[in-house]
């Protein structure tokens, strides 16, 4: 092969290689759309909330569950209005959570409720409702069983 050709064959290689150097080195340009950028994160965060499923005697209550994602919807979904907060409220309960809320509001729709009043609902019907005798005697039993 001639020598020249061979030269010119390997600087177009080179700059080749550069180019792709270049690219890969370079993040990509996001787009100026906010919304095709934090709609990916929104609902990534979104999935991973699990679902909730009262237990009182396991001491799984709205609360505990709630105080556990509360930043998430606080900050994390500030931008969001309150029907859609409420949306992913109410998709995250179970479906007897969902079917006493549903029952406990009516004639109301869910989505005609604030999330405050939302969250503020489920905490009441969904908390702790255990009589001061067993919060003691748990207690209690808690201090017999150190000894």
Known sequence: MDPAKLELLLEQQ????????????????????????????VDSIANSIAGFHYDP??????????R????LFKFDFANQDDAWKVRL???KLGANELDKYCNLILPLNPRER???DTVQILSHYFGDNSSLFNTRYRCFE??????
């Open 114 to 116: 604030s999330f405050a």
């Open 57 to 66: 005697d396991s001491n799984v209550t709205f609360e505990m569950w709630f």
């Open 89 to 91: 409220l109410l998709r």
């Open 14 to 41: 080179l700059k080749l290689m550069q180019m792709l150097m270049e690219t890969k080195v370079t993040p990509p340009l996001r787009s100026s759309t906010s919304s095709s950028t934090t709609a990916p994160s």
């Open 68 to 71: 556990r994602y509360e930043d």
């Open 142 to 147: 808690a201090n017999y069983e150190r000894r």
